[in-house]
């Protein structure tokens, strides 16, 4: 019982922590409401207990829980907030994180060198890698590969400096096909996320760049 003395006076003093709850002016399906709700209940039920008369009236009151079950809800509750709050945060930052990484990122020039090789001479280098079971060599020659023929093609000259974040936003501005988008996202996976390339992600860039070459 001294237990739920304690709690009692906690949950009143909470009710009144906001006297835009107590009024009722927020909307009724709002996180505030549901947590007011839950503290209402629980405060009403302790008192319940206190008095030793439950909602039928005249009857004992059930006995209190056990100490541990007030601590593993009281946690849970915590942890779960917590964790909402984590996750909203997150959604909100990180696409200015993305932002950020994307102008920070180094220049890559091991990437991009040589840089005049031809790109058949490319296509020759990804297949000798695949042979190999060489698959980020294979996906990187690709890139290099789709890079020259940008050039080739007068559609965007090559540049020593240039990023992959600075060539994605250029094929997305000019409305380039799907698959110069897969070998520049494979490119950027192969120098910052140092991931394992399986033969199926090989096989995509091939595709991309055969999808390429018939554009």
């Given at each position: 019982?001294?237990?739920?003395?304690?709690?009692?006076?906690?949950?009143?003093?909470?009710?009144?922590?906001?006297?835009?709850l107590a009024a009722g002016t927020f909307e009724q399906n709002s996180l505030n409401w549901q947590v007011q709700q839950t503290i209402q209940r629980l405060s009403e039920w302790f008192e319940r207990l206190l008095s030793g008369v439950n909602s039928e009236g005249g009857e004992a009151a059930p006995s209190p829980p056990p100490e541990w079950l007030l601590k593993a809800v009281f946690w849970f509750i915590v942890l779960g907030a917590i964790g909402w709050s984590s996750w909203q945060l997150y959604k909100l930052?990180?696409?200015?994180?993305?932002?950020?990484w994307q102008m920070a990122q180094p220049r890559n020039p091991v990437s991009l060198l040589p840089s005049r090789q031809t790109a058949s001479e490319w296509l020759r280098q990804a297949?000798?890698?695949?042979?190999?079971?060489?698959?980020?060599?294979?996906?990187?020659?690709?890139?290099?590969?789709?890079l020259q023929q940008l050039n080739d093609r007068g559609i965007i000259p090559?540049?020593?400096?240039?990023?992959?974040?600075?060539?994605?936003?250029?094929?997305?501005?000019?409305?380039?096909?799907?698959?110069?988008?897969?070998?520049?996202?494979?490119?950027?996976?192969?120098?910052f996320d140092r991931v394992a390339i399986s033969s199926e992600v090989c096989d995509r860039c091939w595709q991309a760049y055969q999808e390429i070459e018939r554009s």
């Open positions: 019982m001294e237990v739920l003395q304690g709690f009692v006076p906690q949950f009143s003093f909470l009710l009144r922590l906001d006297p835009v930052l990180h696409p200015y994180w993305v932002n950020y297949q000798t890698a695949q042979q190999q079971g060489n698959y980020r060599e294979t996906c990187r020659a690709l890139y290099m590969a789709m090559q540049e020593m400096s240039r990023t992959d974040g600075e060539y994605l936003t250029l094929v997305q501005s000019l409305n380039l096909p799907p698959p110069y988008r897969v070998l520049i996202h494979t490119h950027e996976r192969l120098c």
